[in-house]
């Protein structure tokens, strides 16, 4: 994983490594509305994430995923809240993106064989 000093240069940065899509949480899916891709759960990978607090406020965080899927061709970047102002979906996705991936990535876990 790299060090960003702000969202922005992370965001930048992906771009530039091909994560051109620009996609957003709508539920139970991660979208990618300029293609009209709607990905659930199993169709997404998180192949990298960086989270930054706000300079006034702790809590005040964000992250940033690089998520990619072989299925529809497209790699991309999402943006979330992260801690106190984080989406309380109980979704397939919110799990994935805050519990199973982000978790196991932070403690430097392997993922579980399939």
């Known amino acids: 994983m ?4 702000t969202l922005v240069d992370a965001t930048n ?3 530039k490594r091909g994560y051109t899509a620009n996609l957003s949480l709508d539920g139970d ?3 990618d509305k300029a293609q009209n891709i709607h990905m659930t759960a199993d169709e997404f990978e ?3 994430f960086y989270r930054f607090e706000g300079a006034s406020n702790p809590d ?3 992250i940033v995923y690089a998520v990619s899927s072989p299925k529809h061709n497209l790699k991309g970047v999402l943006v979330n809240a ?3 102002y984080a ?3 109980s979704s397939a996705i919110a799990a ?3 519990h199973h991936q982000v978790s196991n990535n932070l403690h430097g876990e392997d993922r579980p064989s399939a």
């Open 2 to 5: 790299r060090n960003y000093e």
């Open 13 to 15: 940065d992906l771009l």
């Open 29 to 31: 899916t991660i979208d």
């Open 46 to 48: 998180i192949d990298e």
């Open 60 to 62: 005040d965080t964000s």
């Open 82 to 84: 992260y801690g106190a």
């Open 87 to 89: 989406d309380d979906s």
């Open 96 to 98: 994935k993106l805050h």
